[in-house]
């Protein structure tokens, strides 16, 4: 079957601009999580979705990083004002349910360009 | 707080070596769990095995094993007789019991398994 998908695989964007990455779980998927991984670095968590609502956006930098979940199903993650640090490889994850005694299924990520 | 560390940050072997990569973990919750992920030069984080707190034995998978011991909070990965397709990152990441409950990853271990 389909697996996680993530779109667009590449952006670039001026500093200041607004980005939109988008994320299209496997389908039955009821958790969503997002994490941001930096060159050289380890994937870092951003926020975990359980069906439409945030039930962690602890991960969140500041207030210029937002993600939705409208419908359960695709997430959007939106970042405003961007700024040259937010510059990095932005990964999905679905899993089956929230339980960690499931795993998350990575797609291939976005990498955000910050110039 | 949590805390993963991969202190290898690089190993180079010859194909049909073994090589052990090491992952340390830190945490104060009694039940966790344990995760290793590959990222092959594509980017997609590949999982490959997950370990409760609570299972100590080790497991074999094909030329892949995993050493857990509590004792030393240690989750070492190995594999034997190497060939140049598991040149990659390798990722541990630790997670709480509980749901929703996002990935600690370490920095990594890049793996270079040259011919």
């Known amino acids: 079957g389909a697996g996680v998908s993530q779109t667009p695989s590449n952006k670039v964007t001026e500093k200041g601009k607004y980005v939109e990455l988008r994320c299209d779980p496997i389908?039955?998927?009821?958790?969503l999580y997002w994490y941001r991984q930096s060159l050289g670095q380890g994937p870092e968590f951003l926020i975990y979705?359980?069906?439409?609502?945030?039930?962690?956006d602890s991960g969140l930098p500041n207030d210029r990083f937002f993600a939705v979940r409208p419908e359960g199903s695709v997430s959007t993650l939106k970042i405003q004002r961007t700024e040259r640090g937010d510059s990095a490889v932005y990964l999905c994850?679905?899993?089956?349910?929230?339980?960690?005694?499931?795993?998350?299924?990575f797609g291939p990520g976005t990498r955000l360009t910050v110039t | 707080a949590q805390k993963v560390t991969q202190a290898q940050t690089e190993i180079s072997v010859v194909e049909k070596e073994d090589v052990t990569l090491d992952c340390v973990y830190e945490?104060?919750?009694?039940?966790?769990?344990l995760f290793w992920y590959k990222q092959p030069p594509s980017g997609e984080l590949v999982f490959l095995i997950r370990?409760?707190?609570?299972?100590?034995q080790n497991e074999i998978s094909g030329r892949y094993s995993w050493n857990f011991q509590k004792s030393t909070s240690s989750f070492n990965f190995t594999i034997t007789a190497s060939q140049v397709v598991d040149s990659a990152v390798y990722f541990c990441?630790?997670?709480?019991?509980?749901?929703?409950?996002?990935?600690?990853f370490g920095e990594g271990t890049q793996l270079t398994v040259n011919p």
């Open positions: 994850a679905s899993s089956l349910s929230g339980r960690s005694s499931y795993e998350q299924y």
């Open positions: 389908s039955g998927h009821t958790a």
């Open positions: 370990r409760n707190s609570f299972d100590e």
């Open positions: 979705f359980q069906g439409t609502g945030a039930a962690d």
């Open positions: 990441a630790l997670s709480k019991e509980t749901s929703g409950s996002r990935l600690t």
């Open positions: 945490t104060r919750d009694t039940t966790y769990y």
